[in-house]
């Protein structure tokens, strides 16, 4: 069976995603060391989150991608999000509640309303959160539901959430090698650095607009070196395998500084992704017979 790593420890909302694909689950305590243990080859794979529909995107994900030897997606899945508060069992006042910043950015106003003057304490994971309330450091943490089962806490409150339908889309990861075959419902992702020039993003975009290409997500970071520098994070429909798509990576290619392909994977929705692929086939035959001198 092959090991996954993940954002762990127990408990956390990416256990639960790592728990749909097959494997052996093996925790680690950071983002960044759960690729690690991939990066080494102590693991055939890592799971991660790497964005949430009320938070955006989680930076330690999108950094971790770019640093070191290059790691690919070869899927994904959506997890429905919902905390639960728990607490030591006996405990009567919260002045403290802790959880990875996610978590608490999705329930700010729950604690502004229901523990007004508690302090929110950001940890590592919500799971670290929990196990830092069980050692008695803080009074509360906002966590996975599934949490209550790893942790000599009691809940406080379930289905905590001030915005409803709260979703967070988890990548599984692999060392490069073959990629997932085409599904007709894929999407693929890159980053690039641009070079310090006017229009270079619109040219980047006008790539994808040209070939018929859905973007599905752009995220900027800063490269870290210069301020001001950023690295784009795109992610588009459809898979490297389509001439169109592998066409418009190669353009991206000619317009960037730097670019690393970050996978072509099956959409978790599987919702049907308009290709043309077609048309696209029909006119690179007809360029094809041309330059063979068999049609006009
Ligand atoms: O800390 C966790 O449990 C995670 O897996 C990260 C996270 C935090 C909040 C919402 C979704 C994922």
């Not at 991660?48 to 070191?68: F, H, Y």
């Not at 994971?125 to 996975?144: K, L, M, P, Q």
């Amino acid at each position: 069976m092959p090991r996954i790593a993940y954002f762990g420890p127990q408990g956390t909302f990416t256990e639960q995603a790592a728990l749909r694909f097959e494997g052996e689950l093996v925790p680690a305590d950071t983002i960044q060391l759960a690729i690690a243990a991939l990066r080494k080859g102590e693991t055939e794979f890592a799971c991660v989150p790497i964005e949430n529909s009320v938070e955006g995107a989680v930076p330690a994900t999108l950094d971790a991608l770019v640093r070191d030897e290059p790691v690919v997606a070869v899927a994904e899945t959506v997890l429905d999000v919902r905390f639960s508060v728990l607490v030591r069992p006996g405990t009567t006042e919260i002045k403290t509640i802790a959880s990875h910043p996610h978590a608490l950015a999705q329930v700010r106003e729950w604690i502004a309303a229901e523990l007004p003057g508690a302090t929110s304490i950001a940890t590592s994971s919500t799971a670290a959160a929990a196990a830092a309330v069980e050692r008695g450091e803080f009074d509360a943490a906002v966590t996975a539901p599934v949490a209550i089962n790893h942790y000599a806490l009691e809940e406080f409150a379930v289905d905590v959430l001030d915005v409803a339908d709260a979703r967070t889309r988890f990548l599984l990861l692999r060392q490069p090698g073959q990629l997932p075959e085409p599904t007709g419902a894929d999407r693929t992702s890159v980053v690039v650095t641009t070079p310090d020039r006017m229009g270079v993003l619109s040219e980047l975009l006008t790539e994808l607009a040209l070939r018929g290409i859905n973007l599905t997500g752009l995220e900027s970071r800063p490269t870290k070196g210069k301020l001001g520098e950023y690295r784009f994070y795109i992610d588009v429909e459809g898979h490297i395998a389509e001439p169109r798509i592998g066409d418009a990576l190669a353009a991206l290619h000619r317009h960037s500084r730097e670019i690393r392909f970050l996978g072509s994977f099956p959409k978790a929705d599987h919702g049907p992704v308009e290709a043309h692929n077609d048309e696209f086939a029909a006119a690179a035959a007809w360029v094809d017979a041309v330059r063979k001198g068999e049609r006009g």
